[in-house]
């Protein structure tokens, strides 16, 4: 169990972390998101140890990471998003150095053998590191984090730079694993912690914005009165006899879907119904309608919520300025 209370970190009058507090109980895979520079690697440097914090506490199963280091980092597997790996061993070597550098007990043979098994590199346990495949390369720093069996595994980026196939592996290895452990993970890729994760902690600008499963927070950040469109047609024809309906209060051109086909995310005023007016309008100039349905956010969109205040990441801004710029406007 990783418990962080009331957590800062200052850098001078800066502060990359500010005073956050949150759980990952055991069996749990615990996604942990922000955009750059929001305090996330920050907040996993404390918890494994490599920096201290400037105030509050961290504890991995009861145990103070800065009162007692050595007993904490004892339960901590630790995969950072460059694997630590010594190029010039083998497999073997590397796992037998790493075992001793842990000072593990459990029985060696063993032990890495079933470590190999789990992540699928037994058949490659004899050759040089530095001759492996990315994905390889990711597996051996996967093994050297499960080295005693700690009850915690904190994964940095885990899948960045693999292939499809490599990413569906290892995706399926930590879910298996966050059965017996606890499991922070940090990534970029949103629909890997969708896959992946029980819960969501996300942080922002030091502060955590968003704790919850990732549904429940699509539920909590979506309302029923905004849609998702796709209807074939002139877009600009369309978001103007979109935009005339009484109670619409936005219109946007989200992308095109295919040839003629766009999709249109359109905001209602809150308790009006506007499906209807939409087909009406729609239906009036013989656009066809291929698909409406209520707009429940994706990660994706709660992320960029959550930390922009903007569904659309900026791209309803962008295009405004497109518009300004077709119609002989500057940016």
Do not use: W
């Amino acid at each position: 169990m990783i418990e962080v209370k009331n957590l800062t970190k200052s850098y001078g009058s800066k502060k990359a972390v500010n005073n956050i507090s949150f759980r990952a109980e055991g069996g749990q895979v615990l996604g942990f998101l922000g955009p750059n520079g929001a305090g996330k690697s920050t907040t996993m440097n404390i918890l494994t140890g490599y920096l201290s914090s400037t105030e509050g506490q961290a504890f991995i199963d009861g145990i103070d990471i800065l009162e007692d280091p050595i007993k904490a980092k004892k339960l901590i597997g630790y995969l950072p998003e460059q694997p630590p790996l010594y190029f010039d061993m083998t497999v073997d070597e590397y796992l037998s150095f790493v075992y001793g550098l842990k000072g593990c007990k459990l029985p060696k043979k063993s032990h890495l053998n079933e470590i190999c098994e789990i992540v699928k590199i037994t058949d490659v346990r004899k050759r040089l590191i530095k001759n492996l495949s990315k994905g390889y390369k990711q597996r051996v720093g996967f093994a050297q984090a499960l080295v005693g069996n700690p009850k915690v595994l904190i994964l940095d980026e885990p899948t960045v730079g693999l292939d499809p196939k490599q990413i569906i592996e290892i995706r399926t290895l930590i879910k298996r694993l966050g059965k017996n452990h606890t499991v922070i993970l940090s990534s970029h890729i949103l629909p890997e912690v969708q896959a992946v994760c029980d819960r969501i902690v996300v942080i922002n600008k030091g502060r955590i914005v968003a704790d919850d499963n990732a549904d429940t927070l699509a539920k909590n950040l979506s309302a029923d009165h905004k849609l998702v469109l796709h209807a074939e047609g002139s877009p600009e024809e369309i978001k103007k006899l979109l935009s005339s309906i009484p109670d619409m209060e936005r219109v946007f051109v989200a992308r095109q879907v295919e040839e003629k086909v766009n999709e249109y995310h359109l905001e209602a005023k809150e308790g009006a119904d506007v499906r209807r007016d939409v087909f009406k309008k729609l239906a009036s100039r013989n656009y066809p309608i291929l698909m409406l349905r209520s707009n429940e956010l994706t990660l994706e969109e709660v992320f960029l919520k959550l930390t922009t205040g903007d569904v659309y990441g900026g791209a309803e801004k962008i295009e405004q300025k497109f518009d300004r710029i077709s119609k002989g406007g500057n940016l």
